[in-house]
């Protein structure tokens, strides 16, 4: 290729010459280049935050915390990382995952193949010299013929659609984007617009420390118990010593983690049974009670059985019968919306302090200067926390240009809604690769499993071509319509399409609605992928080097 790992790059007139540029340092983006570097390539990344971590170097709110076991949401490429850190409790906070990011960037020299604090601002192809060239914020210019969009599903914050947000004279904190400096609620007004999971997690934190909490509550969310605990030291030691089963057994699992499940369905067992069973999945918290029957998102009837479990948990904790009347989710699936973990979320509203305001009877109309104004009238603020969520799965590669052949761009392909093949690669769009990309699962399975895996993929994808002398890859549009319509099928049979969720694209105004995620299990996505390489990649087409650049 152009450059020995390390090495500066070759250039070509202003532009500095890569293999492969990558988009992206968390998860996704630390892994391409450590595999793509280990494959003796000239690799860049670029990340807009100033250091490693994804969506965990900017989500510093109060109360962030993974909700999927640390053992689980960790690197599994390297034995080295696996049995040298050691994670403290089972569902890590965001400093700990923070300082994981860290640890594994050092441990691997990472850090120096990455510009940080840079954006990304146009990726075109180069038809005539088959490769892409890439330009960041800082006017600079790089060229490989390969480049990688870490970008991650969830990466691109989303504003609240209410009038006069720029009017607001307290402080005003967007959960995404949290500042790096302590943050003070005591005495303070404080409001939090979103009840999703980071606002959960904001309520209960900031509930006992502030003056008064304001939660302004449009849809509410389905939360269960997280039963967070510490990792006892001979715990970890079995976890070291059967890590390789473990990550076997994730990635046969549907969700590509260690989350129970079940093969049970609902009502193959009796009304006394099913309680039983529910009551148990309540009490060993975390996702359990998702796992505990086979069929909750794909019968109605079983599925509403559990909400109606679930809402009755909250008349146990909530004293108040009017608040938590007004905390139960209607409308909609349990688990149609992303499930959410708590430690005393229901139990921060038996606080004096702590105030419910129902925006489907009370509708927030604008933000002023002194705070928020619903139907009812003014509450006034000291503080107002954003926690609305992401435009989700294509926000990221629609907020820049992405060029493909002909003058395309990524926003005009994807006008009627994100459509790729596998989720991997665009028609239209050569040697761009997307990790957890839009239509693959994504959001519905272990994102550390996803990246891993879509990396391996696109360096085997990538070895293929050097070997057989090519120069540039795009799936067909037959390949990409057929992925297209079994995705659209597997939706159909799934309840998580009747939610009004960033899953289908609802939480953004004027997106195409639809759910374009993989629903078929992780195991299942990874043998299309598999079948599509080894069926001789018959499903891409292929372009040796252009004369005129061959001579």
Known sequence: MNAEPGQNPATTGSARRLDVIVVGAGFGGLYAIHKYREMGLAVQGFEAGGDVGGVWYWNRYPGARVDLPSICYSYAFSREVEQEWTWSEYFAAQPELLAYFNFVADRLSLRKHFKFNTRVTRAAWDE??????VTTDGGETFEAP???????????????????????????YRAARWPHHPVSYAGKRVGVLGTGSTGIQIVQEVGPKAGELFVLQRTPSFTMPMRNRKLEPDYVAEVKRNYAGLRQAALNSPNGGLRPASTRAFFSVTPEERQK?????????????????????????????VAEFVRGKIDEVVKDPVTAEKLKPRGYPIFARRPCLDSSYYETYNLPNVHLVDCQTDPILEITEKGVRTASGEIELDMLILATGYDGLTGALLAFDVVGRNGQTVNQKWKDGAR???????EGFPNLFM???????????????ISEHDVDWFAALMTHMKEHGLKAVEPTKQAEDA??????????????????????????????????LFTGGFPKYREHCAAAATNGYRDFSFEKAHAAVAA
């Not at 005539?128 to 060239?133: A, G, H, I, S, Y």
């Not at 995705?487 to 159909?492: C, T």
């Not at 009004?500 to 694209?505: L, Q």
């Open 128 to 133: 005539e010299r088959q490769l892409w060239v």
């Open 146 to 172: 390969y480049c990688v969009m870490a970008t991650g599903p969830l990466s691109v914050p989303k504003d609240p659609e209410i009038p006069g947000l720029d009017r607001f004279k307290g402080e005003l």
């Open 277 to 305: 069973l529910m009551e148990d999945g309540w009490r060993n918290g975390g996702l359990a009670m998702l796992g505990t029957f086979s069929d909750l998102l794909a019968n109605a009837e079983a599925n509403e059985h």
């Open 420 to 426: 790729s093949y596998l989720g991997l690669m665009l």
């Open 435 to 449: 990790t957890t990309g839009p239509n693959g699962p994504a959001a519905l399975a272990n994102i550390v499993r």
């Open 483 to 516: 992925w297209m319509a079994l995705v659209a099928s597997l939706a159909d049979r799934t309840l998580l399409s009747k939610a009004k969720t960033w899953y289908v694209g609802a939480n953004v105004k004027d997106k195409p609605l639809g759910l374009t």
